[in-house]
């Protein structure tokens, strides 16, 4: 990962993720979130470049999405700089960050499903 420019706190999530990118599907985890973007690691081998589009299941039907542009990669890392965010992804990033890390820990486990979309 590059150096830390980071301008908003990030929130451990460690979510299971569907990776999408040219035809290839693979498996991955979002390790963190903030305002900003988000942080991916690719368990299988999916192409990351150009545009992405985020999506989180963050409880029984109701879906946060955000689209944005690979900002890095490193190795398997990627990271995802948001440019667009739905009310409900800023919703439940601003939760994240007014809730004790107890809550916070209770929230993540709520999410039930992550989609990235890779187009590059």
């Known amino acids: 990962m590059p150096a830390d420019r980071r301008r908003?706190?990030?929130f451990p999530l460690h979510?299971?993720?569907?990776?999408?990118a040219e035809g290839a599907t693979g498996r991955g985890e979002i390790v963190d979130l903030s305002p900003g973007?988000?942080?991916v690691k690719r368990i299988d081998d999916v192409p990351a470049a150009g545009a992405a589009r985020v999506t989180?299941?963050?409880?029984a039907g109701r879906t946060a999405t955000a689209s944005g542009r690979v900002a890095w990669t490193s190795g398997r890392g990627v990271g995802i700089e948001f440019q667009h965010v739905s009310p409900e992804m800023r919703a439940f990033v601003d939760e994240l960050r007014r809730v004790?890390?107890?809550?916070?820990?209770?929230?993540?486990?709520?999410?039930?499903?992550?989609?990235?979309?890779?187009s590059g």
């Open 15 to 20: 979510v299971a993720a569907t990776l999408r």
């Open 56 to 59: 989180l299941e963050v409880r």
């Open 100 to 118: 004790s890390p107890v809550l916070r820990t209770a929230l993540v486990k709520q999410i039930r499903g992550a989609d990235v979309q890779f």
């Open 37 to 39: 973007g988000l942080r």
């Open 8 to 10: 908003h706190e990030r």
